[in-house]
Structures are given as C-alpha cells and as structure tokens.
C-alpha cells in the first residue's frame, strides 16, 4: 500500500526552495545593477581615460611620429576609438604589421613592426636605408649609422630589389660581413655584381644565385686562411668557387711593359651540407 504525504509535512522543504530561489533572483539582480552603476561611474569618471600611451618597434621612424600619426593623446577617452582605425592610420611603406590594444583598463600599446633595413643607398646627397620590401627609406633627415651594406651604382629598382631579396635570405652573421655591394652588370653578364666585405675580401657573384652560395661565405674564408697564409684575395662564386690573391689579380707590369700573365688560382670547395 502506497504511503500517503501530507502536504503539511512538505510545506517548509517548498518554503526553503522558493527562499533559495528569491535569494538568487535578488543576487542577481542586485549584482546587474552595481555592475550597470559601476559601468556608468568608470565612463564617467577619468579612470575611463587614456593615462599612457606606449609605442614598441620604432626605429626607422620615432616614436613621436607613430604617436602623432595615430591621433590618439593622454585624456582622449579609452574606449572612444576602434583599434582598426587607428592600425590603418599608421600604415606606411616601411611598415610590415602594427597592432594597436588597450591595456589594463588605462593605457594603449602601439605595437609596430617596420621592414628590416638590408643596405644603404647613396641618393640625393645623402645615405638612405632600402629595406627588405625595397622601399628606399627617406622620411628622416637624420644621418644614419651604417650598419648594412652599401649600394652603388644601382639606378636599376628591378635589380636591386633582386639583389634585396636575395639578402634578405641571408643569416644576420653573413650579411654584417658585408661592406659594399656594386653593380658591374656588363651586356653579356648583366646580373654581375661585386661585394666588398667589411674582412678584407672581394667576392664577385651573380645577383640570381647570390644567397645560395654566399651562406658558405664563412666556410670558405676559413679554408682559404688555412692555405693562403692570410693573403686576402678575391673569390669567384659567380659559377664555381675559386680564390686569386691581389698579389696576382692585381699585378703590376713589369719594366718591358709586359704584364706577366702566370696567376695562381685556387679552388675552394664548399660542404653543401653546412647550415
């Protein structure tokens, strides 16, 4: 026979439900309305405002410029502009990527990532830097420290944005080697071109091969050193790999007026596995 429950005896277990389910409702409607009043006192308030604004990345161009070009200032309210906008203002040439992000409720970060600066360039009375896209940078006025390769005698932009990107596949050791990169194209070799490196060397290569074969730059000059005695020279990867000393790649003539012809080359190997 089934137990019969007096509803008297459910009624306090009904009461302590309903209880807790008042008390919830009122939690969260008590918490909705400080959470609305807190909302309406931060905008209100200067809290709601920029404090800081902090830019990373900057060297070609200063900071004060991605500050400026941003429009964004100390007191100017937090959540007053899109992101988006301001990433698109600050979009130049010699920019790869920016990101612009609110931090910690009082501040803005200007993240910026320019292009990597591969050479210099020799123009309008002044060093300029080209950098990896092939941009020649000239927005400053200030004289730059050189600290890439030189370019001369590169009018032609489609070479040397080859000879760029070519160097842009470089490790940084290789490339800091590197002191003056010229152009000495001729009607049957027109990518030839002959780079001055900052240890004394002369290397004569072909823009189109340039990065494949130069990454054994180091390898290279340590055989050379072990059998040359130190004499510095100047090394053909143009096809091969072979070394000829100054001594007899420059070579005087003698008192007869003629040149003595001998010349001593040496052929360097390269390890196609070194990294």
Known sequence: MDKVIDIEERIP???KKRRRRTNIKFAVIISLFLGTLFLLLYFQSPYSNIQKITVHGAEL???EYYLNKSGLQVGDSLWGFKASKVEQKLKEDWVKEVKVKRKLLTAVEIQVKEYRRVAYIFEDH????ILENGVVYKASDEVPTIDAPIFLNFEDEKLRKMVLKELAELDDEVLALISQINLTATETDP???TLFMNDGYEVRAEITSLSEKLKYYPAIIAQIENAAENEKGIIDIEVGSYFKPYSEE???LNIGGQSDDASVEQDVEHDESTP
Do not use: N, R, S, V
């Open 13 to 15: 277990t009904l009461k």
């Open 61 to 63: 161009a200063t900071e």
């Open 126 to 129: 002044q060093f300029h830097p």
């Open 191 to 193: 990518y030839a071109i």
């Open 250 to 252: 420059y070579k005087k």
